[in-house]
């Protein structure tokens, strides 16, 4: 080729090796943040294993004791309210959204064939590397920023409007995350689930006035089970307004755990939940040697395995299933997605119970603690940090494993 062109694809190549040099200097940057969290309050990370180890059961759990004491290593660490924990993890949730995306478009201006390809045809070359800057400018990426303002930008309190008062906890990258937008008062940021909402939509699923909000939670109990919900349902599971009741459910259900769990691979959730249904549930996974073999799309037992097989590919079933596949299908998330939030159903059914034993006073007073935690700051300004966390136990950067 002509200097002309052998010159001007140096400079592009220079152009795409500062790009890259860049993007990875920022992910590191972003791998240190999420570290940085962790290690001033190691429950954010055992809060994400535990709720990990509910949905994917090979995940390995820390020792018991770590949990405890939120130890990183050798070293205690302040627990935080809770309030503060899932506002961080939703941080760190942002971050690492931030950090894929520099990550695909790392690889993208990474692959090898395609860059020699395009030197080859320097104007479309060109294009391409203009194109992949535009993209970048549209991830409001901005590549003259030194690397301390790249730090700060994911760094701890750095949305405080006066860095010498800690005021917000939130870095500059996260500084317009509010989780009272994402959770109600009654949530207490996925504490509880607020299911009150739905018993007066039971009421006029049932069209009936006699179903009291414990009855009713007992009917959501069923769900739990892998088998109740579908052998003895509260009503006829074809039923229009049953299904569309159970479209709602399930739908408010699947977003409370997600928003509770932020940490958590909502694809890869996703992914294990429609691989189970498709290559499990739809093929009759529920069964009783008395029985046969149960088809949940028809509401129908089959006594052997061949009867049941000659079913799926008759008129009958694959017209139930074509009619009510996105029921069946909300209904066994529901299932699953509340088997998953045990601990968060128990809770809420026990406080359900003791505010129905308060008298009004009670009541009132218990809604007022409710909202001063939901209206309180997530930080709290007498908080410790660094040295100071565990009476001058704490020294930091000298961690040293058991």
Known sequence: GSPGISGGGGILEMNLLETRRSLLEEMEIIENAIA???????????HYIQESSKVFPDTKLPRSSLIAE??????????RKRKQIILQQHEINIFLRDYQEKQQTFNKIN??????????????????????????????ENFELDINSKKDKYALFSSSSDPSRRTNILSDRARDLDLNEIFTRDEQYGEYMELEQFHSLWLNVIKRGDCSLLQFLDILELF???????????????????MAFLLKLSKYVETFFFKSYALLDAAAVENLIKSD????????????????????????WFKTSSVFESHLVGKIHKKNES?????????????RYLKYLNDEFSRTRSFVERK??????????EMDILTQKYEAPAYDSTEKEGAEQVDGEQRDGQLQEE
Not at 356 to 365: G, I, K
């Open 36 to 46: 940085e969290r962790i290690q001033r309050n190691p429950e954010l990370y055992y």
């Open 70 to 79: 939120n130890k990183i290593y050798k070293f205690k660490k302040v627990k």
């Open 111 to 140: 692959r090898p064939e395609e860059t020699q390809e395009d030197d080859k045809d320097l104007p479309n070359f060109e294009r391409k590397l203009q194109q992949l800057e535009k993209e970048l400018k549209n991830e409001d």
């Open 224 to 242: 739990l089970d892998d088998e109740k919900y579908l052998l003895t349902p509260p009503m006829d599971r074809k039923n229009d307004r049953y």
């Open 277 to 300: 249904f498709e290559h499990s549930y739809c093929r009759g996974s529920l069964r009783s040697e008395a029985k046969g073999i149960y088809c949940p799309f028809c509401s129908r």
């Open 323 to 335: 009619k009510r596949r996105n029921f069946v299908y909300s209904e066994y998330k529901l299932h």
């Open 356 to 365: 129905l034993a308060f008298t009004a006073n009670e009541r009132m007073a």
